[in-house]
């Protein structure tokens, strides 16, 4: 099988894109300190990008989960792999994602970081793919694009765990299975 990526969104795009949301929110937690949350592994390409930006004083910490369910498109339960190292009880907290996709991960993560009690919680994801939301509770407070229902990879998004190295946002092309 041949693997082919074609470029969807250019890098030049996903760093202008970063600017102009990192900016959003320095102004939106001006006189705050943010803790931002990387899910792993996806997350850590943007997370970088949006911290290195930020001007406001930033703590970081990482969580992981895994997706299980019937192939890849029905990932419906969802388990905590790693949790957070530090409490996020009465802390400005934005979770940072790749990529939103039906929601499962999300709408489970928040829930349990919610229950937490942080001073406030939002969402930040490079990607959304609002088509295929199952969990419609899950709010993104800041996103990068909007994009049609593609196989993507780069900018931390994998294929067989590949290619999340990429600077810029691809499609996987897969031809001659
Ligand atoms: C991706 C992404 C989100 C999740 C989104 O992670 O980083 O966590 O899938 O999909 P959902 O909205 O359908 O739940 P993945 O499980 O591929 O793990 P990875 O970040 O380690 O690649």
């Known amino acids: 099988m041949t693997e082919r990526v074609k ?3 250019p890098q030049e795009e996903v760093e202008k894109r970063a600017d102009e949301i990192a900016a959003r929110i320095n102004r939106d937690y001006e ?3 943010l803790h931002l949350i990387c899910i792993l592994k996806g997350s850590v390409f943007f997370t970088a990008e949006l911290a290195k930006r930020l001007t406001i004083p930033v703590t970081m910490d990482f969580m992981s989960c895994s997706s299980y369910g019937s192939g890849t498109v029905s990932k ?3 388990k905590l792999v790693k949790d ?3 409490p996020i009880e009465g802390r400005d907290v ?3 994602e790749d990529i939103v996709d039906s929601g499962n991960t999300l709408s489970y993560l928040l829930g349990l970081l919610a ?3 942080p001073a406030s919680l939002a969402l930040c994801t490079l990607l959304d793919k609002p088509a295929r939301r199952v969990k419609k ?3 993104v407070d800041y996103c990068g694009f909007e994009i049609e229902d593609h196989f993507v990879v780069g900018c931390g998004m994998d294929y067989d765990q590949r290619y999340r190295n990429l600077p ?3 499609i996987m092309e897969l031809e001659g299975e």
């Open 7 to 9: 470029v969807l969104i």
């Open 31 to 33: 006189g705050k300190s």
């Open 76 to 78: 419906g339960i969802v």
């Open 84 to 86: 957070l190292d530090e």
């Open 94 to 96: 934005l979770v940072i």
């Open 115 to 117: 229950d937490r009690k």
């Open 137 to 139: 509770d899950v709010v």
């Open 168 to 170: 810029y946002v691809g």
